[in-house]
């Protein structure tokens, strides 16, 4: 048998993360945001998975776009960050997709384009993350330039929150768009996984987009006050491994690299193949959560490059071969990756996406 390691994709997770937050939108349609290899779930596979209830996807890049076309998927396609050179803009219109407008840049390219057929724009304010978008006070110059281009078929005011997840929210950004969206009769597209499931009534209603991503992969938004349980989301990635050798130590032993964990009574310690050249944190410290044969546990010591312990002293039924949940799983064994990126200082956007090609990524 090869190395234990693998990711398995649960494809009515995803679909049913998906009504979730389908519940939340009202009457705006979902962009279901597949970027990033679809948050480290596989472009098509999660794309495919979605066909049936997704409105549209959102991409960052013309190869995941015709990589989606190629897949033979109609849907609209969103390029979140537009095009990044002018020469993009033939394709766009050729493949049928809408480009985020975010900078002027942008805009005079479009305007200096000959387009096979007209095409959807989003224009994208900066409504104060200062990230990307055009500043407020250029934005009714910039729908009037839209509004005389044969080559553009229709706008969608845009913006995207800082701080949906946190303390100061949204109130103020929201008010800046809204100073300039109010009476326009443009369709908007405001609201991310936080929005949407905190400001529900911030997604808009008929003709306007949510863009939820990391919602439906099944990890909460803002995981420092609710869950993703909570929210009914469920694990679309289970990270999984076994147990590849066990060792009996003695109270004053040390467990890895450093000898960060030292024992104080007779421990078992079960070796897990998996470290952080699989993509798993290196700073997650003793104490992080995973699951051995259905019990859930701790990691013991510095995370290796192929290997982590885990502490098996009240699990003595789990021996060589014990199946590990690193996150994700079901039942008792569920292992949330949004306590594991707790545990490490980080995000589960993060722990997904920095999955390594070398862990091989199966449909469930
Ligand atoms: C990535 C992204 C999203 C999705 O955000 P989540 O927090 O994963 O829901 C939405 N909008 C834009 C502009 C993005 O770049």
Redesign the pocket.
């Known amino acids: 048998m090869s190395r234990p390691i693998r990711a398995l994709i649960h494809p009515e997770a995803l679909g049913h993360n998906h009504s979730i937050l389908r519940r939340h939108a009202g009457e705006a349609s979902l962009?279901a945001?597949v970027?990033?290899n679809a948050?480290g779930h596989g472009l098509l596979r999660a794309a495919q998975s979605l066909a049936g209830v997704a409105d549209g996807y959102?991409v960052?890049e013309m190869a995941e776009a015709q990589a989606l076309r190629n897949a033979g998927l109609d849907h609209p396609i969103l390029l979140?960050?537009g095009y990044f050179s002018a020469d993009e803009l033939p394709a766009i219109a050729e493949l049928g997709l809408t480009p985020?407008i975010h900078s002027r840049r942008q805009l005079q390219w479009l305007e200096e384009s000959r387009l096979a057929r007209p095409i959807p724009v989003y224009l994208?304010l900066n409504s104060g993350m200062n990230r990307?978008g055009l500043p407020v006070v250029d934005v009714p110059q910039a729908l009037l330039r839209l509004s005389r281009l044969p080559q553009v078929a229709g706008v969608t005011l845009?913006s995207?929150f800082a701080e949906?997840?946190g303390e100061r929210g949204i109130e103020a950004p929201l008010a800046r768009f809204q100073a300039l969206h109010e009476g326009s009769g443009l369709a908007k597209s405001l609201?991310?996984?936080?929005?949407?499931l905190r400001y529900p009534g911030v997604a808009g209603g008929k003709g306007d987009w949510a863009?939820?991503?990391?919602?439906?992969?099944g990890a909460s938004?803002m995981p420092g006050w609710v869950s993703a349980a909570e929210l009914g989301l469920l694990p679309a990635m289970s990270l999984l491994s076994e147990i590849i050798a066990v060792q009996d130590i003695r109270p004053g032993e040390r467990v890895g690299y450093g000898g960060l964990f030292q024992a104080e009574k007779p421990m078992r310690v079960g070796v897990v193949a998996c470290g952080y050249a699989d993509g798993y944190p290196r700073h997650a410290p003793t104490g992080t959560p995973l699951s051995v044969a259905g019990r859930r546990t701790r990691t013991l010591g510095r995370v290796s490059m192929d290997m982590l312990a885990a502490d098996l002293t009240d699990i003595p039924e789990a021996g060589i071969g014990a199946p590990v949940v690193l996150w994700g799983g079901a039942g008792e064994a569920r292992v949330p990756a949004d306590e594991v990126a707790t545990a490490a200082g980080t995000i589960a956007?993060e722990l997904f996406c920095a999955l390594a090609p070398r862990v091989p990524v199966l449909t469930a």
């Open positions: 962009w945001v970027k990033a948050y959102a960052l979140l960050e985020v994208k990307l845009m995207h949906a997840d609201a991310n996984s936080a929005t949407l863009r939820p991503g990391i919602a439906l992969y938004p956007y």
